[in-house]
T-cell receptor, first 119, second 114 residues
């Protein structure tokens, strides 16, 4: 079974530029997550999709970050314009969960992440 | 809001020895999951072990086991017979039963000494 795919693996941009990350979840996984992992910290959830709808985006800085999941499969995360503090690893994860709120356990599988450096 | 605390930024252990990584958490919920994830230099988070809060028995997965103390809100990971491949960042994480959001600690970097 193929895992969660992300691209690019690395990206270097200057502040105020725009950048986009792409994620392809495991086939059949209804729920997709984007996490931000700043150096020296644990991952922090930015946004959670169930199919193509947003379940939780409470920690997404909406003035500069946007995300979409067209057709309930692939997803893109965009930053426009980027700031120095956006330098981080952006992790995508997916799970089988068919509902946004679930009492049963469905493991989240993570991709390899994209390391963003903002100069 | 739930919080997860890992007070050991770095740990080291001799190959084949045993090491314990500490984690404490804070929650007002009674039903939840706790996890330990491994993140090698490749950056991919890998689930090591999971514990359901309603289970009194500590979870084990081969060389990995946990010491879950619900009243103390403590969740430590024991790695037995440490191997070079165990070297990585280890993150403790929390999830409510009714919500899939994971809350992570700041991680512990584990070094294995040959």
């Amino acid at each position: 079974e193929a895992g969660v795919a992300q691209s690019p693996r690395y990206k270097i941009i200057e502040k105020r530029q725009s950048v986009a990350f792409w994620c392809n979840p495991i086939s059949g996984h209804a729920t997709l997550y984007w996490y931000q992992q700043i150096l020296g910290q644990g991952p922090k959830l930015l946004i959670q999709f169930q199919n193509n709808g947003v379940v939780d985006d409470s920690q997404l800085p909406k003035d500069r970050f946007s995300a979409e999941r067209l057709k309930g499969v692939d997803s893109t995360l965009k930053i426009q314009p980027a700031k120095l503090e956006d330098s981080a690893v952006y992790l995508c994860a997916s799970s089988l969960s068919g509902r946004g709120v679930s009492s049963s356990y469905n493991e989240q599988f993570f991709g390899p992440g994209t390391r963003l450096t903002v100069l | 809001a739930q919080t997860v605390t890992q007070s050991q930024p770095e740990m080291s252990v001799q190959e084949a020895e045993t090491v314990t990584l500490s984690c404490t958490y804070d929650t007002s919920e009674s039903d939840y999951y706790l996890f330990w994830y491994k993140q090698p230099p490749s950056r991919q988070m890998i689930l090591v072990i999971r514990q359901e809060a309603y289970k009194q028995q500590n979870a084990t997965e081969n060389r990995f086991s946990v010491n879950f103390q619900k009243a103390a809100k403590s969740f430590s990971l024991k790695i037995s017979d440490s191997q070079l491949g165990d070297a990585a960042m280890y993150f403790c994480a929390y999830r409510n039963f009714g919500n899939e959001k994971l809350t992570f600690g700041t991680g512990t970097r584990l070094t294995i000494i040959p």
